[in-house]
């Protein structure tokens, strides 16, 4: 079964008929799905021997009527696009330098039916040596998630960093936050025991869900290692040695 309709399949079991209706127009999920990899594949660039780089931030434009039916279903969907473009990547051999991120926006220039695509290169935030780095970006700020109060995470790796702290600040800001040494994560953790793809954090019904993704040490959760759990204000969670604490007290 190919990229595509693996991604048509989702689509149905995900939501029933409900892209569907909202696409009542002749714009489908799945050619935006189509552009996407069209996207990638235009763009893809050699930096290094057996190393092709491709875009992994992207902004589908639609017109203002499609986007307002669209909107109530744009995190789901955008949580499979980007889905999509890391199993194209893999297929393919392309490689990414930042988490892929998907976002929408309604224009006025466009009718309804038609959109496009813009992307870039932007590098995601990286945890190593004591540091997390966030590096500058003009692209537009992914969505904040649906959650109640501040959720954010206090990063402790094995080293302080340079001003002798240990522990580091990261925003939940996106409905799915990617965990891992990987370069295509939300927060890459530098740690030889942390996998590549280690674990997830899922924004459901306005709360905060860890998954681990089938990692090769595990994840584990105030002690003990789980495969998915609900966090809670004060959360102990540790990847490899690196301990992560999920706080979501609203203050600053």
Same mark, same amino acid.
């Given at each position: ?5 693996? +991604? ?18 002749? #714009?489908?999920?799945?050619? $935006?799905?189509?552009a ?6 235009d763009?893809?660039? $050699? ?10 931030? +992207? ?18 969907? /955008?949580?499979? #696009? ?20 998907m ?18 290169? $932007? ?6 040596g004591?540091? $997390? ?8 700020? =992914? =969505? ?23 522990q580091?600040?990261? &925003? ?15 927060l ?6 942390v996998?590549?793809h280690?674990? &997830? ?5 306005g709360?905060?869900? #860890? ?6 040490? /595990?994840?584990f ?8 759990? #609900? ?10 040695r690196?301990?992560?604490? +999920? ?6």
């Amino acid at each position: 079964m190919g990229v595509l309709q693996r +991604f048509e399949q989702r689509l149905e079991g995900m939501v029933e008929g409900a892209f569907a209706r909202a696409f009542k127009s002749e #714009l489908q999920p799945v050619e $935006i799905a189509s552009a996407v990899q069209r996207e990638m594949d235009d763009r893809a660039a $050699i930096v290094a021997q057996g190393r092709t780089l491709v875009p992994n931030d +992207f902004v589908v434009e639609l017109a203002e009527a499609d986007y307002e039916r669209l909107e109530v279903y744009a995190d789901s969907l /955008g949580v499979e #696009l980007a889905n999509l473009a890391r199993e194209y990547a893999k297929e393919q051999g392309y490689s990414f330098v930042g988490p892929v991120r998907m976002r929408f926006e309604g224009v006025s220039d466009l009718t309804t039916g038609m959109f496009r695509i813009r992307s870039g290169v $932007i590098r995601g935030t990286t945890v190593e040596g004591g540091e $997390i780095r966030q590096p500058a970006s003009d692209m537009p700020k =992914p =969505p904040q998630a649906r959650v109640a109060g501040r959720p954010r995470l206090l990063v402790s790796g094995p080293e302080p960093g340079p001003d002798g702290a240990r522990q580091r600040t990261y &925003e939940l800001t996106t409905p799915v936050t990617m965990l891992g040494r990987g370069t295509d994560c939300d927060l890459r953790l530098v740690d030889p025991g942390v996998s590549r793809h280690h674990a &997830e954090l899922r924004v459901e019904d306005g709360e905060v869900v #860890l998954v681990d993704l089938g990692s090769t040490n /595990g994840t584990f959760v105030n002690g003990q290692p789980v495969r998915r759990v #609900l966090l809670t204000d004060g959360t102990r969670v540790t990847l490899g040695r690196t301990t992560l604490v +999920f706080r979501n007290d609203g203050s600053y």
